[in-house]
């Protein structure tokens, strides 16, 4: 069973920020956080992954809290092609346990 | 750079028919290799993984079986399918395991029906 909740759905504004929530309240010392979304039809696309400290690349940021038990992907400006399912998963293994995501909105 | 190949991208097979879907990897040396399976509507579900040569771990009992005959390749197979063998069938990679930070690297897919 997959070990992260998502909200099911999002909306989000175009050109506003998107801030997708993720629980991982049983999360281990030695798993990652790591964000995918995938756009129907396609395979899901890594996005960002981080462990304790917070991340940042050209694609979003990633927000962990201090005692890890949940995390926050922003996108800091919204469009229309960052319409998706977001998976959020953990990882400490060679497994990774994909849950339902949640599926992102974005309006013009 | 690194690439995922699968094929075929789409495939239609009668119940009970074989299958065998493959993946390949180039531009990188054992890799980890997995196989996901994603029903209509619904999310991923892990299927196999592997770690070497030869080396099959399985997460879901199932008519299916997966084979690592090369460092970079990996096939999913079955000897008669069933209806409930139809979804999208997706090949990732990675360099280490989840305790690494090493992310997971999906190929395109391939979308299985089963009539």
């Known amino acids: ?60 940021s990633l927000i962990i809290t201090e005692d890890r038990k949940s995390s926050t992907l922003i996108l800091p400006h919204a469009t229309l092609r960052d319409t998706a399912v977001y998976y959020c998963i953990t990882s400490g293994t060679y497994k990774y346990i994909f849950g339902t995501g949640t599926r992102l909105k974005v309006l013009a | 750079s690194q690439t995922i190949h699968q094929w075929p991208a789409t495939l239609v097979q009668p119940v009970g028919s074989p299958l065998s879907l493959e993946c390949t990897v180039e531009g990188t040396s054992n890799p980890n290799l997995y196989w ?55 090949c990732a990679w990675s360099v280490g395991g989840g305790d690494s930070g090493s992310p997971l690297h999906f190929g395109n897919g391939t979308r299985l029906t089963v009539t």
């Open chain 1, 1 to 60: 069973d997959a070990k992260t909740t998502q909200p099911p759905s999002m909306d989000c504004a175009e050109g506003r920020a998107a801030n997708l929530p993720c629980n991982h309240s049983t999360i281990s010392g030695n798993e990652y956080v790591y964000w995918y979304r995938q756009i129907h039809s396609q395979g899901p696309q890594y996005i960002i992954h981080g462990l304790k400290n917070n991340e940042t690349n050209e694609m979003a």
């Open chain 2, 36 to 90: 996901y399976r994603q029903a209509a509507g619904r999310g991923l579900q892990l299927l196999f993984y592997s770690v070497g040569i030869g080396q099959i771990s399985s997460e879901v009992p199932q008519n299916l079986s997966a084979s690592r005959p090369q460092d970079r390749q990996f096939i999913l197979s079955s000897k008669k399918l069933l209806l409930s063998d139809s979804g999208f069938y997706l």
